[in-house]
Nanobody, 124 residues
Framework: QVQLVESGGGLVQAGGSLRLSCAASGRTFSSQSMGWFRQAPGKEREFVAA????????YYADSVKGRFTIVRDSAKNTVWLQMRSLKPEDTAVYYCAAAPHIKLATTQNEYTYWGQGTQVTVSS
């Protein structure tokens, strides 16, 4: 089992920045990719960003490309999502997820473990 705990959410004005953290504990797997997803009120959960085990490969949703950056420290079992130039439409609950044995997972179905989520609210 892998436990994931997100932190760093909050309220920010449009144009501002936030950095989300996800700490993983429990069993770790080789070739485990990590990802961030988000779910806005009344909408389905959607993919935001993913990073490979080595950190050498990343993938972003078009809506956040150029504004968000995903990084990880595998030795510390931690992944971060740096969010800049935030927009009101970025308001959502953000979830961290882990996909064992998958180099770079970009769809929800590939992820096995999920955190509880952290709220991000961007005011206009």
């Amino acid at each position: 089992q892998v436990q994931l705990v997100e932190s760093g959410g909050g309220l920010v004005q449009a144009g501002g920045s936030l950095r989300l953290s996800c700490a993983a504990s429990g069993r770790t797997f080789s070739s485990q990719s990590m990802g961030w997803f988000r779910q806005a009120p009344g909408k389905e959960r959607e993919f935001v960003a993913a990073i490979s085990w080595s950190g050498g490969s990343t993938y972003y949703a078009d809506s956040v490309k150029g504004r968000f950056t995903i990084v990880r420290d595998s030795a510390k079992n931690t992944v971060w999502l740096q969010m800049r130039s935030l927009k009101p439409e970025d308001t959502a609950v953000y979830y961290c997820a882990a996909a064992p044995h998958i180099k770079l997972a970009t769809t929800q179905n590939e992820y096995t473990y999920w955190g509880q989520g952290t709220q991000v609210t961007v005011s206009s």
